[in-house]
């Protein structure tokens, strides 16, 4: 655990395989059930977690892992050590559910505070991003590696991704503020790795999430060159676990 350079690869390794048990589930339909906190959960979720949970007490014993179906079930702890697996099996439940494609599998590791290592699958289209020395890889259905890079601020025609729920006017606020002019709808963590891809250019989150939601994401996303912070523009940390490892308001952005 002391090198961090093949990480990425055993993490979209994992990823891709949790994502081979949710894909049949996705395509056949599952019961949909509701968690304490009224959110959606499938037996996709937790079985994704289980498969993803064994794998890493095999490959990596003894480093902690904070993932979401567990901390819903059982709440987070009151402390976590620097280093530490962060885990969503499925993000974005609620597109999963209406057969949306935008769900994602993710798996990021913390050390001191920041996202080192990280992978995110999104399992129908077979893509995954992962960290990698020097940079971040994409292949699709284990297909060839290829560098992801974010682009350069395309004055114009910057775009924004945005959930499906936002507001009119919200969303104009954040025009406004954040100076994009095109806004597309997304759910998942799917949409850091867009921007770590190029295919778009800032994502601002105003809302609530998850350290579990973004950590994959966010790894690959500063791995391509991209940068995710407060709305300020202060580091985003991870490991609150005083918050419940809750998030505050943060803005992804490529170059």
Request: hydrophobic fraction near 40%.
């Amino acid at each position: 655990m002391s090198d961090t350079d093949e990480l990425g690869r055993a993490l979209a390794e994992i990823c891709e395989a949790a994502a081979d048990l949710i894909l049949p589930l996705w395509e056949a339909g599952v019961e949909v059930l509701t968690k304490a906190d009224e959110s959606p959960v499938t037996e996709a979720d937790r079985r994704g977690e289980a498969l993803i949970l064994e794998h890493l007490a095999r490959r990596f014993p003894g480093v902690p892992v904070i993932s979401e179906e567990h901390a819903s079930e059982f709440g987070t702890p009151d402390a976590i050590g620097p280093r530490f697996f962060l885990v969503d099996p499925l993000d974005g439940t609620k597109a999963f559910v209406r057969r949306d494609p935008h769900f994602t599998v993710n798996i990021g590791l913390v050390d001191h505070g920041r996202p080192v290592a990280g992978a995110v699958v999104a399992p129908p289209s077979g893509e995954t991003w992962f960290t990698a020395p020097g940079g971040a890889l994409k292949r699709i259905k284990g297909g060839p590696e290829a560098p992801v890079r974010v682009r350069p601020w395309p004055k114009g025609a910057a775009i924004a991704l945005v959930s499906h729920t936002m507001k009119e006017e919200t969303a104009a606020k954040l025009a406004a503020e954040y100076g994009f002019d095109l806004r597309e709808p997304m759910d998942s963590s799917i949409k850091l790795c867009r921007i770590a891809e190029g295919a778009a250019d800032i994502y601002p989150r105003h809302g609530p999430t998850m350290e579990w939601d973004i950590a994959a994401g966010h790894a690959v996303l500063e791995a391509a060159g991209g940068r995710l912070t407060t709305p300020e523009g202060e580091p985003f940390v991870y490991g609150k676990a005083p918050d419940g490892f809750r998030n505050g308001w943060f803005v992804a952005r490529g170059g």
